[in-house]
Structure formats: structure tokens, C-alpha cells
């Protein structure tokens, strides 16, 4: 069993930097794979980013590729997911993700966190 509690976000102008943090409990964090999606008011949540379980391998959406950049410490037994050059598009609610399948893509797992809020202004 995993809990994932995220924190970091908040409100920015357009062209500032949010770091993400997501906390996991859970003595196998190491073994999973973790990803970031985001859910904007009225769209399907999409996914974001993603990390393999060592970090040796990483995927990003498009949109978000050369601004966002996901790590891990599994020592914290924390994610993170460090945004450059936000844009009023990036505002969502983030959600931290673990257990998924890591291969070519990122295809979720069954444990969430609660979501952190990141709106950014123009």
C-alpha cells in the first residue's frame, strides 16, 4: 500500500517556476514507477510526467517538454517535479501518481495523491 501527498503548488505569473513534491508512505517506493498528470476545470485529467524506479529513464508530454523536469530521491521516498516557464495553460490541479507501467509510455497505477493546485497568471 501507497499514500501519496503532494505540496508545492500555488499561484505564479507566467514565465515563473513551481517545484512539486510527492510525499509516498510505503516501504516499496523504490519499486514503483511514478508520474505526474494534471486535470484542468471541464478536461479530462492528462498525463505529465513520469519517472522510472531507478530515475535512469523519464517521458514528458509534449507540452511540457524542455520547461518541466521529474525526479527522485527514493532515500525521501519523494518525487519531484521542478516547472520553468509556466504558462497560464499549465494551470491545473497536479496529481502525483504511483505503481504505473513504465514502458514507451506511462500507463497510471491505482495509487493517487489528493492533488495540489498550480494556477498561473498572465
Known amino acids: 500500500q501507497v499514500q501519496l501527498v503532494e505540496s508545492g503548488g500555488g499561484l505564479v505569473q507566467a514565465g515563473g517556476s513551481l517545484r512539486l513534491s510527492c510525499a509516498a508512505t510505503g516501504r516499496t517506493f523504490s519499486n514503483y514507477a511514478m508520474g505526474w498528470f494534471r486535470q484542468a476545470p471541464g478536461k479530462e485529467r492528462e498525463f505529465v510526467a513520469a519517472?522510472?524506479?531507478?530515475?535512469?529513464?523519464?517521458r514528458y508530454a509534449d507540452s511540457v517538454k524542455g520547461r518541466f523536469t521529474i525526479s527522485r530521491d527514493n532515500a525521501k521516498n519523494t518525487v519531484y517535479m521542478q516547472m520553468n516557464s509556466l504558462k497560464p495553460e499549465d494551470t491545473a490541479v497536479y496529481y502525483c501518481?504511483?505503481?504505473?507501467?513504465?514502458?514507451?509510455?506511462?500507463?497510471?497505477?491505482?495509487?493517487w495523491g489528493q492533488g495540489t493546485q498550480v494556477t498561473v497568471s498572465s
Open positions: 501518481n504511483a505503481g504505473g507501467r513504465f514502458s514507451g509510455s506511462y500507463y497510471p497505477g491505482s495509487y
Open positions: 519517472i522510472s524506479w531507478s530515475g535512469g529513464s523519464t
